[in-house]
């Protein structure tokens, strides 16, 4: 099936941990890269604080705007996890520990392990969606089209697979790349000239240091292969008429 209307998705990684520069986020590059295979384009990325009411209208804002919205962070067991609660109060749904999600968790922990803390993970919105997690046990969980996951990267990549089924993407966004060795001056004008003829084709130039050269990737991205084509072939025209070297991916 082909769906030309862009499905677009929101991120908004949550945690003081982030902000501080304590943490690195991995999360963004995992999702982008699993929703652009899905057909889904991350048009927005918002870090914000462990601060109830900016999670409540972050989310609000973003559930307007997009298809669909993933935050990471914060529904873990200490007392600055504060993600499932402000869920709650965004939808306006009951925060409180919910039966599968207990269930899951009683099961997983042995005897005398369960204990306070891991039982906080159980707690969330109480009609919320399970989203499962086969490396730790607690799971995130689904509201309408917000998604809440771990902040922990292997565990949220883990988790993906499970989410897979309850979207609906577009046309997978597709992309290629030249580079080249030049700097960006060099051809600002003649790339300003192919992308405003080619709306349908997202064109990016990222400089690079290789070799102790300095050098360009014209990355194109599109879910329209013979648009990419087309652009590619006029990118490569006016770099053969500057006399510029492409330099081969390694």
Same mark, same amino acid.
């Given at each position: ?48 604080? *462990? ?9 609000? #804002? ?10 990471? +962070? ?5 007392? *600055?996890?504060?993600? $499932? ?17 207990? @269930? ?7 005897? +005398?392990?369960?204990? *306070? ?6 707690? %969330?919105?109480?009609? $919320? ?7 730790? +046990? ?15 990267? @292997?565990?949220?990549?883990? %988790?993906?697979?499970?989410? #897979?089924?309850?979207?609906? +993407?577009?046309?997978?966004?597709? @992309? ?16 300003? #000239? ?31 292969? @013979?648009?990419? *084509? ?14 510029? #070297? ?5």
């Amino acid at each position: 099936m082909t769906n030309k209307e862009k499905i677009k998705a929101g991120i908004i990684i949550i945690g003081n941990e982030v902000l501080s520069g304590r943490t690195k986020d991995e999360n963004t590059s995992t999702l982008a890269t699993w929703l652009n295979s899905l057909g889904i384009a991350v048009v927005e990325v918002k870090v914000i604080p *462990d601060i109830e009411q900016t999670i409540i209208d972050t989310i609000n #804002e973003y559930r307007k705007k997009f298809n669909y919205v993933f935050t990471t +962070g914060g529904i873990g067991p200490t007392h *600055d996890d504060i993600t $499932a609660e402000s869920v709650s109060k965004t939808f306006q749904i009951e925060y409180g520990f919910h039966k599968e999600a207990f @269930s899951i968790l009683e099961q997983y922990y042995k005897p +005398g392990q369960f204990n *306070d803390g891991r039982q906080k993970m159980a707690k %969330m919105p109480v009609t $919320a969606n399970l989203i499962y997690n086969p490396t730790s +046990g607690a799971p995130g969980f689904n509201v309408e089209n917000v998604f809440c996951l771990p902040g922990v990267p @292997s565990i949220l990549k883990s %988790m993906l697979g499970g989410i #897979e089924n309850s979207l609906v +993407g577009g046309d997978p966004i597709l @992309s290629d790349t030249i580079n080249l060795r030049t700097v960006e001056s060099e051809i600002a004008k003649s790339l300003t #000239e192919v992308q405003n003829k080619y709306q349908d084709v997202e064109i990016g130039s990222y400089p690079f240091f290789r070799a102790g050269k300095l050098g360009v990737s014209i990355v194109l991205r599109s879910i329209d292969k @013979s648009k990419i *084509d087309q652009c590619k072939f006029e990118i490569n025209a006016f770099v053969k008429e500057k006399n510029i #070297e492409i330099v081969e991916n390694n």
